[in-house]
């Protein structure tokens, strides 16, 4: 697989029920320059988190940026993804490593020391440190905001890429990148954008790429 670019990653608004709505911010991110996607539904069944993914996956396609799915590696495979974001409490790395092929990525959630020694020797791509600020997006089963300390700590122990997550917009981006973090993953920062496009455009300068 090419050299993934993780510097910019839209991950979807699972809050965002109308599909023409869901899809008009996910195109509108791919043409202000997002660099890869991670399609998130928490509270869709199996059929219509599927149509999603394929529908995500077209778009993706056109644009040349890669799709992750969060959590589920069977709608992965489906729509041949280029890969997964798993949690702590997901399928175990070895195991999803097993389902997956080689050249797929396998994004974990980190949220203390103890799990970014633990990622160095599993299969995983990168690590997603959750979260790094406060958020009103996810409120169930959130660590507390490891901040910018936090991330400083966790880059001197960590041999993964990491991507940051959690309260991420244009004022903090800058500074999460400085101290250690190879990308952001942000939800509100383009999905609540009064201009999607231009919002993922603004980051994008913030993060001088
Ligand atoms: C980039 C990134 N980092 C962390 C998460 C959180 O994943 P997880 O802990 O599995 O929680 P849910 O997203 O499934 O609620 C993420 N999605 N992306
Ligand atoms: C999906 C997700 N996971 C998190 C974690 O810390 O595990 S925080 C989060 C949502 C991030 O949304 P926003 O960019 O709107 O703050
Ligand atoms: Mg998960």
Do not use: W
């Not at 790094?132 to 001197?156: H, M, N, S």
């Amino acid at each position: 697989m090419s050299i993934i670019d993780y510097s910019l990653m839209y991950v979807t608004d699972d809050r965002i029920t109308d599909d023409n709505a869901f899809f008009e911010i996910l195109e509108a991110t791919l043409k202000g320059g997002t660099t890869i996607v991670q399609l998130r539904e928490k509270q869709l069944h199996t059929r219509a988190f599927y149509h999603r993914a394929v529908e995500s996956k077209r778009l993706c396609d056109l644009y040349g940026i890669p799709l992750i799915v969060n959590d589920r590696i069977d709608i992965a495979l489906a729509v041949d993804a280029h890969g997964v974001h798993i949690g702590q409490k997901d399928l175990p790395v070895a195991m999803a490593r097993e389902l997956l092929q080689a050249n797929k990525i396998i994004g974990l959630s980190v949220s203390n020391v103890q799990q970014a020694h633990e990622a160095n020797a599993l299969a995983v791509d990168y690590i997603g440190l959750s979260p790094i600020f406060g958020t009103f997006t996810k409120t169930a089963d959130l660590d507390p905001p490891l901040g910018i300390e936090g991330l400083k700590v966790i880059r001197e122990v960590s041999s993964k890429p990491i991507v940051s997550i959690g309260g991420v917009d244009k004022g903090n981006a800058a500074e999460v990148m400085t101290n250690g973090s190879d990308g952001i993953a942000v939800v509100s920062a383009i999905s609540k954008a009064d201009n999607p496009e231009n919002a993922t455009r603004e980051l994008r300068k913030v993060l001088s790429i």
